[in-house]
C-alpha cells in the first residue's frame, strides 16, 4: 500500500480528502515498519526522504506535526464514520493536530453545521484540552423506542458474574455512534438506533497503536536513564582504570541478570536495613493472597479483600521500613503498585523491554558496584518507583532509597503503561450485533499476581583474589558514598545474624582498624596487628573486608560500623589482611568470636580453664555478660588495679565468694581476649551511629584472630612495597564529611 507525508499546516484543499489522514498512532507504526531496516513490508511513502530521521519523524507524526495519507482511506482514519465533520473526530487526537483541523473548520465554507465551532474534546482524550472547545449533544438516555428506531440491551460482566458497574460502552453503527456507561449492575437499555447492525465496545476506547506509542514514550526514559549513567560510571571508573577487564569484573559476585524485576536495582534503606523484612514479607502474603482470592472478581473486590487482610498498622510499618512518610501513602496505593507490576510483567514485551533496561544499567555502572544492583527486593524496586511519583507532598522521606532520585521519573511512564495494558486486557468488542435484542460480553480475568522476590544475600557479597583488587573495591566504594551522600547499610539485621552464624569460609580477607602510631610503634613499620601478650601471642579484633565495604575508607563510618570509639585528632589506617596466606606466615587463627567459639578457645588457649567448662557455661552467657557490664561500669580505678579492692566493691554489690570468683573468671577472660563488658557474644558490634539507649542496632560481623608467630608491619607488607611476598595492605583512611 502507498502512503503519503505532509507536514501538519498542508491540510487537503478538498474537505472530502480529510478522511484520508491516517489515525497517528496507526501512522507511526506504518512508517516506524518502513524504515525498520530489519522488517520486511510490502508498504512504500512515495514522498520519504533517505535523509530522513527515523526517531525524529515518529515523534513528530506522534505529536501531530506530520500527516500520513493514505488515497484508499483503508486505513484507521481520524473520524468513527466516513464523514470529514467535528462531530465524528475521534477522542484523543494530538493538539496541534486538533488546532489545525480547528482552524479549517472555523475558515471553511463547507463546515456545515461544524463551522465557527471548536472541535470536540473528551474527558478521556490523551491530550491536553486546546482552545475552544465544541461541546456534543448530550447522549439521549435509554426511554422507548421511537418509530422506525431500534433498541439494544447490554450487559457486561466481571468472571465471577457480578457486573462492571459503571463501565463505559459505545454502540457504533453506519449512521450514528451512541455512548454511554452501564448502571450499578453493568447493564444499559440502548435506544433510538438506525441500524439494524451495530459494533458493540464494552469499556475504555484501545485506539490502534497507542500501546506503541506508550512503550516508546517508556523506552526514551530508560534509554535517557541509561545514558546519564554511562557519563557517571566513566568518572567512577577513573579509579580502577589501571585494573584488568577480570580484575574490575572479580570485585563481586553477581548472579545471572534475569530482568528489571527479578534481579533488580538493590533498594536497601537504612530503617529496612536496621529493622528487618517482616513488614514486607507479610505485605507479600497479604497482597498476593487477595490477588489470588478475587481473579474473578472486580477491581474493587480485590483492593477491599487486600485491605482486609493487610490493615493500617501494617501499612505504616510497611511504608516506613521502605522509607516514605507512612501519612503520604495510602494502601490503596500499595494496591495499585502491585497491579502495575502484575499487569506490566504479564505483558511479554514490556516485561522484555524492562529486562534489557536492568542488563543496560548493571553495565553502566562503576564495575565494583555490581554487588548493589543485583538480588535486590524485587517488588520494592516497583513499590518505591511507583509509590514515589504518587506522593503529593514531601515524597520520599530523608531514607528514602538511594537510587530513588535517578529512577522516580520512570513512575509516571509505567502507570500509563500499565493503564493502556489494563484497558487491552478488559475492553471487549462485539461486531456485526443485531439490534432489537441483547448483547453481552464477559471481562478479562487478571493476569496471575506476581511473586514478591527475596533479597538475595550472594549477590551482594564482596568476593576479591588479591589485596590490589581489595583496595579497588574500598576506592570505588568511597566515590559511591560520596556520589550518594552518606552511609547506606549493605546487609539487614536478619542478615548480618545469618552471616554470624555462617563462619568464615567465604572471607579470604579481614581488615583491622587501627591508629596509625600503632603501625610504627617502635619504629617505622615495627608495629604489630595488636599488643603481644607475656607469650608473645597477638590477639586482635577485626572485621571482614565484606563488611566494611559500605564504610569505604572514612575512619569515622569505620569506626561507627565497628562500634568503637572515633577520635577525630587521631590518624587512622586500615590493615587488609590475607587470612590464608596470615595463617601459614604468622600461625594466624581466626573465629568469629560468639559465647560458644569464645569458650572453646579459652579451654583450649589460655591456661587454668581445659577443665573448667561448668563455669565457662555460667559466666558466657547474654544472662551473665549483662550483670558483668553493669558490674564492671561501676568500678573505678582502684578497683581495677588492686584485686583487694575489687573484692570489697563486689561484695558491698551483694556477690558472694563464689559469685566473685566467677567474676574474676570473666574479667581474666576479658585480659586474655579483649571480650569486655560491651561484648554481646552473637558475633556481632554494637553500631555506635544507629543504635541508642533502648535498642541495639548490629553494624557488622566481627572476627577474633590468634597469632602464634606474630610479624612486624615491615615484614608483612614487604617493607610497605607490596607485591607477592607481603599479605597486608595498609590504607590510609579519610574522613568524608557529609555536612551532618
Not at 501538519?8 to 515498519?33: K, M, W, Y
Not at 522476590?453 to 576479591?464: E, G, H, P
Not at 602510631?517 to 586482635?540: F, K, P, W
Amino acid at each position: 500500500m502507498s502512503y503519503r507525508l505532509a507536514d501538519v499546516a498542508e491540510l487537503p484543499g478538498s474537505h472530502e480528502s480529510l478522511i484520508t489522514i491516517v489515525h497517528p498512532l496507526r501512522a507511526v507504526d506504518i512508517v516506524g515498519a518502513v524504515l525498520d531496516p530489519y522488517q520486511t513490508t510490502n508498504d512504500s511513502i512515495e514522498n520519504l526522504t533517505p535523509d530522513i530521521r527515523r526517531d525524529e519523524l515518529l515523534e513528530q507524526i506522534s505529536r501531530g506535526e506530520r500527516l500520513l495519507f493514505d488515497a484508499s482511506g483503508a486505513s484507521p482514519g481520524i473520524f468513527r464514520q466516513r464523514t470529514a465533520d467535528p462531530r465524528y473526530l475521534i477522542d484523543g487526537l494530538p493538539p496541534r493536530l486538533v488546532r489545525s483541523l480547528e482552524a479549517y473548520w472555523n475558515g471553511s465554507p463547507k463546515g456545515g453545521a461544524a463551522s465557527g465551532a471548536g472541535v470536540a474534546r473528551h474527558s478521556d482524550s490523551l491530550a491536553p484540552s486546546a482552545g475552544a472547545a465544541y461541546t456534543p449533544p448530550p447522549v439521549t438516555p435509554a426511554r422507548d423506542n421511537e418509530p422506525g428506531l431500534r433498541t439494544l440491551d447490554l450487559a457486561y460482566y466481571w468472571p465471577d458474574g457480578t457486573g462492571v458497574a459503571g463501565a463505559p460502552y459505545a454502540v457504533e453503527g453506519v449512521s450514528d455512534t451512541l455512548t454511554g456507561k452501564l448502571d450499578g449492575q453493568g447493564q444499559a437499555h440502548v435506544s433510538g438506533l438506525k441500524d439494524p447492525v451495530v459494533d458493540v465496545r464494552f469499556g475504555p476506547p484501545a485506539p490502534d497503536g497507542e500501546l506503541g506509542i506508550l512503550r516508546r514514550q517508556l523506552q526514551a526514559q530508560l534509554d535517557g536513564i541509561i545514558q546519564r549513567e554511562k557519563r557517571e560510571a566513566s568518572k567512577l571508573e577513573a579509579g580502577t582504570a589501571d585494573l584488568s577487564v577480570a580484575e574490575n569484573a572479580g570485585v563481586h559476585f553477581a548472579n545471572g541478570f534475569r530482568g528489571l524485576w527479578d534481579s533488580a536495582v538493590g533498594f536497601v534503606t537504612t530503617a529496612l536495613a536496621v529493622g528487618n523484612l517482616n513488614p514486607l514479607a507479610y505485605y507479600n502474603r497479604a497482597v498476593k493472597a487477595a490477588w489470588m482470592a478475587t481473579l474473578d472478581g472486580s477491581d474493587q473486590d480485590w483492593v477491599d479483600d487486600f485491605k482486609a487482610r493487610f490493615d493500617e498498622s501494617n501499612k505504616q510499618a510497611l511504608v516506613a521500613a521502605l522509607g516514605f512518610d507512612p501519612d503520604d501513602i495510602t494502601r490503596e496505593q500499595l494496591a495499585e503498585a502491585y497491579e502495575i507490576t502484575s499487569l506490566l510483567l504479564d505483558d511479554a514485551e514490556s516485561r522484555d523491554m524492562l529486562g534489557r533496561f536492568a542488563v543496560d544499567y548493571t553495565q553502566a555502572q562503576d564495575s565494583t558496584e555490581l554487588s548493589y544492583m543485583a538480588g535486590g527486593l524485587v517488588f520494592e524496586t516497583v513499590l518505591t518507583i511507583v509509590l514515589a511519583a504518587a506522593t503529593l507532598g514531601p515524597g520520599a522521606a530523608l531514607s528514602a532509597p538511594r537510587h530513588m532520585g535517578k529512577l522516580k521519573p520512570l513512575g509516571e511512564p509505567l502507570r500509563k503503561l500499565a493503564n493502556r495494558l489494563k484497558v487491552k486486557q478488559q475492553t471487549r468488542y462485539r461486531r456485526s450485533v443485531k439490534a432489537d435484542g441483547r448483547c453481552e460480553a464477559t471481562c478479562g480475568q487478571r493476569p496471575e499476581g506476581f511473586e514478591l522476590k527475596t533479597r538475595s544475600l550472594a549477590s551482594r557479597r564482596l568476593v576479591v583474589t588479591n589485596l590490589k583488587q581489595a583496595r579497588a573495591a574500598l576506592a570505588a566504594s568511597r566515590r559511591r558514598l560520596v556520589a550518594r551522600g552518606g552511609f547506606t547499610p549493605k546487609y539487614t539485621q536478619e542478615e548480618l545474624t545469618l552471616l554470624a552464624s555462617r563462619g568464615l569460609d567465604d572471607d579470604r580477607f579481614i581488615v583491622r582498624f587501627i591508629e596509625s602510631r600503632h603501625v610504627d610503634r617502635g619504629g617505622e613499620l615495627d608495629g604489630q596487628l595488636g599488643r603481644a601478650g607475656t607469650d608473645g601471642q597477638v590477639r586482635y579484633w577485626a572485621t571482614t573486608l565484606d563488611q566494611v565495604e559500605p564504610s569505604d575508607t572514612c575512619p569515622r563510618l569505620i569506626a561507627q560500623q565497628l562500634g568503637v570509639e572515633y577520635d577525630p585528632g587521631a590518624s587512622y589506617r586500615l590493615a587488609i589482611i590475607d587470612r590464608e596466606v596470615a595463617s601459614q606466615k604468622a600461625g594466624a587463627r581466626t573465629l568469629i568470636p560468639t559465647f560458644d567459639n569464645l569458650k572453646g578457645f579459652v579451654r583450649e588457649n589460655i591456661d587454668g580453664y581445659a577443665d573448667r567448662d561448668s563455669l565457662l557455661d555460667e559466666v558466657m552467657t547474654p544472662g551473665y555478660q549483662e550483670r558483668y557490664r553493669k558490674l564492671v561500669e561501676g568500678m573505678g580505678s582502684d578497683e581495677w588495679k588492686s584485686r583487694k579492692n575489687r573484692e570489697r566493691y563486689l561484695a558491698e554489690q551483694g556477690l558472694d565468694e563464689k559469685e566473685q570468683d566467677k567474676f574474676e573468671a570473666r574479667l581474666d577472660i576479658q585480659k586474655n581476649t579483649g571480650a569486655n563488658q560491651h561484648f554481646l557474644g552473637n558475633g556481632l558490634t554494637r553500631h555506635r551511629n544507629l543504635s541508642s539507649e533502648n535498642q541495639t542496632v548490629f553494624g557488622a560481623v566481627e572476627t577474633f584472630t590468634l597469632e602464634k608467630n606474630p610479624l612486624t608491619f615491615r615484614a608483612m607488607t614487604n617493607g610497605g612495597r607490596g607485591g607477592p611476598e607481603a599479605y597486608v595492605e595498609l590504607v590510609d583512611l579519610t574522613p568524608i564529611e557529609f555536612g551532618d
